[in-house]
């Protein structure tokens, strides 16, 4: 029998009835029995956060070693800069090609299933990568970072979609973000600053991935937790409602939503143009940190991964805060515009300073200013998008389309540092180049809220959210209907340019593939 949680009931007001809608617990006919609970408790909620974040730890602690090793990999197997590249294009190429069908299969079977099959795939692909590294295999890592990818591209909608289908935006959404990325951090702190003590103390490279391996098989036990956790909790409790527009949030859907990926709303697409650049440059740059560290400060590989991984994951204590800020103040435009601002900054001071204080600056410019972006534009996405239940499909454009513009500029800047000796003198003008765009592009959306009510809504509070949302309600009704022909043209036109820019990735890697046999 259901127990009787002792979260407050929270009411909303229904935009169309102008009935109460109660999301957390309803009376029984039977006066002899207890209230069946609607809504889940705060307790399951914190619970399933937790185990999560559990699960994000182990997978970010694996994503942070092969960029803290790329000295090592280079010269251990004998590869050029050209070559490294693919290895991280090799998995975005993956993704590019099944991230779209994952995210439409993720709204439609819900998150937990599919963070279960994915981290064991996950498994497998280490066992390969460490085995390629065992024996000096070039080609075998290829195959187990594609692996690896296939069973990525199933887990990373997969915990952000039950998130949403917990949490409204401005009510634990971006909280929950900050969390379980708060704690990824930690995780990807303690792999890419352990990765090359590891190698060194045990005097074998290859060790360093079977540690990975070791951290996948915890992972998978979390995800075995999870999964009959969030069972469990799915036949127990009613879904919630969102305060704000009286939507129902569910983790899974009643149909496939093919059609809805092709007329997401116009707010949606400008904060992904955000994201192209400005993620991007992160990822890159963050991949070839620690290189660039050993060049430029003199120091050894021990030191620069514990260096850059201080730079890149220091700040995962303001992660958390930042959620807990953008649910109640919202103004995720203006956190957007700090982000974009401050890595600028940093990628600034990364080409045109080479001393030990200037790059020492720029490191710890970028590692504040970076802490502001991934909560914020997924938040942003949750936030923009009319409906909850497309949220995997609508998460999964975000993943495809960065890892489409990651293949074309890690290609490129892998080709430039070859054909300059190895230097990131040509490199780090490509970091600038993205930088800039991101911050055009964050100016662009602060002068346009103040006309649009659509994209000012990503800076309301959570009191004006909740007061505003018979509005919301009625732009999506006008968005649909009086203005619905437009937006849908709109909305095409943008998917069309994503599926140019996903072409234009894999000729890039193809393109790399054969420059890289060329050497």
């Not at 957007?336 to 600028?344: K, Q």
Request: proline letters at 2%; charged letters at 15%.
């Amino acid at each position: 029998m259901a127990e009787k949680s002792s979260e407050p009931a929270m009411v909303v007001d229904d935009a169309k009835s102008g009935n109460e809608v109660g999301v957390e617990s309803v009376s029984s006919n039977d006066d002899n029995s207890p209230p069946a609970v609607i809504g889940v408790p705060l307790s399951w909620k914190l619970t399933s956060i937790l185990l999560v974040s559990a699960i994000g730890f182990g997978s970010h602690w694996s994503s942070g070693i092969t960029g803290a090793m790329k000295s090592t990999i280079k010269r251990k197997m004998k590869i050029n800069n050209t070559k490294f590249a693919l290895l991280d294009a090799s998995e975005d190429f993956m993704v590019t090609v099944l991230m779209l069908l994952s995210g439409l299969v993720t709204d439609k079977i819900g998150g937990a299933g599919a963070i279960l099959y994915g981290n064991i795939i996950i498994t497998i692909g280490s066992i390969l990568v460490a085995a390629s590294a065992q024996t000096l295999s070039y080609k075998l890592m290829i195959v187990g970072r594609v692996i690896q990818a296939l069973g990525d591209i199933s887990t990373q909608i997969a915990q952000y979609k039950i998130f949403s289908s917990w949490f409204p935006p401005n009510h634990g959404f971006a909280s929950t973000l900050g969390l379980e990325l708060g704690i990824g951090k930690i995780g990807a702190f303690v792999g890419k600053s352990s990765a090359n003590i590891i190698s060194k103390n045990t005097g074998n490279f290859a060790n360093v991935f079977w540690a990975a391996v070791g951290i996948n098989v915890f992972t998978n036990l979390m995800t075995g937790v999870f999964y009959l956790f969030t069972r469990y909790a799915n036949k127990k409790f009613i879904p919630t409602a969102d305060p704000a527009t009286g939507e129902k949030l569910t983790e899974k859907s009643e149909r496939w939503n093919f059609k809805a990926i092709l007329e997401l709303p116009w707010v949606f697409w400008v904060v992904m143009l955000f994201s192209l650049f400005e993620t991007s440059t992160a990822v890159v740059f963050s991949q070839n940190a620690t290189e660039l560290a050993e060049m430029r400060l003199g120091i050894s590989n021990v030191t620069a991964g514990w260096y850059t991984s201080l730079m890149q994951y220091g700040g995962f204590f303001i992660v958390p805060l930042l959620g807990i800020f953008i649910d109640l103040y919202g103004n995720r435009i203006s956190i957007l515009a700090f982000c974009g601002a401050g890595v600028f900054t940093a990628m600034c001071l990364v080409n045109w300073t080479t001393s030990l204080a200037g790059t020492s600056t720029a490191f710890g410019i970028y590692a504040f200013a970076f802490c502001f972006g991934p909560t914020t534009i997924i938040d942003s996405i949750r936030t923009s998008i009319w409906d909850q239940n497309i949220f995997g499909s609508a998460y999964a454009i975000k993943i495809t389309m960065n890892n489409a513009m990651n293949i074309i500029v890690r290609v490129i800047t892998g080709r430039l540092q070859d054909a300059d000796s190895d230097s990131y003198t040509r490199v780090t003008i490509v970091y600038v180049f993205l930088a800039a765009c991101s911050v055009a592009v964050s100016i662009a959306l602060i002068a346009v809220s103040f006309r649009s009510i659509d994209l000012r809504r990503l800076q309301w509070t959570r009191k004006q959210r909740v007061k505003n949302g018979t509005l919301i309600n009625e732009r999506k009704d006008v968005f649909e209907g009086e203005n619905g022909e437009r937006n849908r043209g709109v909305s095409k036109w943008c998917f069309g340019a994503l599926c140019a820019l996903v072409v234009g990735s894999w000729v890039g890697y193809f393109w790399g593939v054969a420059a890289g046999k060329s050497y």
